[in-house]
């Protein structure tokens, strides 16, 4: 009852004006399921409701291993029905709280720290922890005031609003060099838990603006494209975040159901099938929406990448974790008839990851790779919106600390990320240019 007991409460909370406690993780474990056949594996998945199942890792195959957190009123119960399957059970976390507790830091909120001056090397923004939202807003905010190195601009467009009302920003980096340019769009975000994925954007942005003249590679990069960034999708998720750290979906209120969210990941509208890894049931954490692209927050990308998806080269969407390189399709085993390209274009990206930390991300089309899961926003973006080099990126790590990545692991995460960035758009270019 975690989800709907959530509910209730924000009710009684608004009723009495009290600000809405932290939902805490103790006593809850991360299991390690490997299922030895396919029926047992849906069996498994039909648990996910009566049992409260936060899903953190789907297998790939039989014989894989899926990640699944439980709660402690529901443990033995579930590992009873565990019991009736042919599947080998082992603990992956003991305690989530605890690990929540010891590695990940709040969030920070650093607008008044930002440095107010004009040609320095950087904006002070402290790119190795994870930031409010208001916080990204206003160093993007920020970033259009500066005078960057080589004539480099920085625009701000509103995409649109969320449920809540929060304000969902993109930004231009664009250099005057060069071209004439296509755009490449990178976003994160969409699922509210991954905070690793705002903090590399932000990341990838700062390098951008700031380093092209002591980085040959942005330097070209921005010589070829003009790159498009929206650090938060799902603001309001990520706010919710601070209360109910494992929140994944933004904060819709799904009629009388007394539960709240959608999965934006299950609900653009290319392809939308709510049975193909998504779900019908709103207290559900992939819950696709009542029809496609039901959700503003979708529509904010929806809306922009139709008007402008024929300007645009590549979309990246950063998620965590997992460490892969996905192109699509997400609604099909089978595969783009583009797909060697895409796979190339990955090839060079996870080749320039591992060269620098010595991280491994594996390469494919995401039902391939990972699972079928319908209406994600890669697959619209190359389906629906023509974009041909759509990816989902799972950033770090692979398990042991999941969505609480600590901070110290932010650099590495966004430097490879950025590395890897830079080998791809280098591949694309001289793939559709011919140099
Ligand atoms: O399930 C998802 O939405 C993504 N994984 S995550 O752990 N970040 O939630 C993968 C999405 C891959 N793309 C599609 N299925 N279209
Ligand atoms: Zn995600």
Redesign the pocket.
């Known amino acids: 009852m975690l989800v709907s007991i959530g509910c209730i409460c924000v009710l009684f909370q608004l009723a009495l004006c009290l600000p809405s406690p932290k939902v805490t993780y103790n006593g809850h474990k991360v299991l390690e399921i490997l299922h030895k056949t396919e029926d047992d594996f849906k069996k498994l998945l039909s648990m996910e409701l009566k049992f409260e199942l936060d899903i953190w890792k789907m297998p790939k195959h039989v014989n894989d291993s899926m990640y699944v957190r439980v709660g402690p009123q529901h443990l033995a119960g579930f590992v009873n029905e565990l019991g009736s399957l042919n599947t080998a059970v082992s603990t992956l976390v003991e305690d989530v709280q605890q690990l929540i507790d010891t590695h990940s830091s709040p969030r920070i909120h650093q607008s008044h720290s930002i440095r107010r001056a004009v040609n320095t090397k950087s904006s002070g923004m402290n790119l190795f922890n994870y930031h409010t939202h208001a916080s990204i807003n206003n160093y993007l905010a920020f970033l259009t005031t500066e005078v960057l190195p080589n004539g480099v601009t920085a625009t701000v467009k509103t995409l649109g609003t969320s449920v809540e009302g929060r304000s969902v920003q993109m930004i231009r980096i664009s250099s005057p060099y060069g071209g004439p340019k296509r755009g490449i769009f990178i976003d994160g975000g969409i699922?509210a838990r991954?905070w690793i994925a705002p903090a590399t954007v932000i990341y990838v942005i700062e390098h951008l603006a700031y380093n092209p003249n002591n980085d040959a590679g942005i330097n070209t990069l921005l010589n070829h494209f003009d790159v498009y960034l929206v650090p938060v999708v799902n603001p309001d998720g990520y706010e919710y975040t601070d209360h109910f750290r494992l929140w994944?979906k933004n904060r819709s209120v799904n009629g009388r159901s007394g539960c709240l969210g959608v999965?934006l990941?299950?609900n653009f509208p290319f392809h939308w099938d709510p049975a193909v890894?998504g779900s019908t049931d709103p207290c559900s954490d992939i819950y696709s929406g009542s029809y496609k692209g039901s959700e503003p927050e979708t529509a904010n990308i929806v809306n922009y990448l139709l008007n402008y998806g024929s300007e645009f080269d590549a979309y990246l969407t950063v998620?965590?974790?997992?460490q892969m390189w996905?192109y699509?399709?997400?609604?099909t085993s089978a595969l783009p008839n583009d797909y060697l390209d895409l796979d190339a274009a990955a090839g060079d990206a996870v080749a320039a990851i591992k060269n620098l930390h010595h991280q491994k991300y594996t390469i494919g089309s995401?039902?391939n790779t990972?699972?079928?899961?319908?209406g994600?926003s890669?697959?619209f973006a190359k389906g629906g919106a023509g974009i041909k080099y759509a990816y989902?990126i799972?950033l770090r790590d692979t398990g042991t600390y999941g969505f609480s990545l600590p901070t110290s692991l932010v650099q590495p995460t966004a430097e490879e990320f950025l590395a890897g960035f830079l080998a791809f758009a280098k591949n694309i270019y001289i793939k559709e240019n011919g140099k």
């Open positions: 699922h991954e994944r999965d990941n299950r890894g998620h965590s974790y997992g996905l699509p399709w997400g609604y995401s039902t990972l699972y079928a899961a319908a994600g890669d697959d989902t799972e």
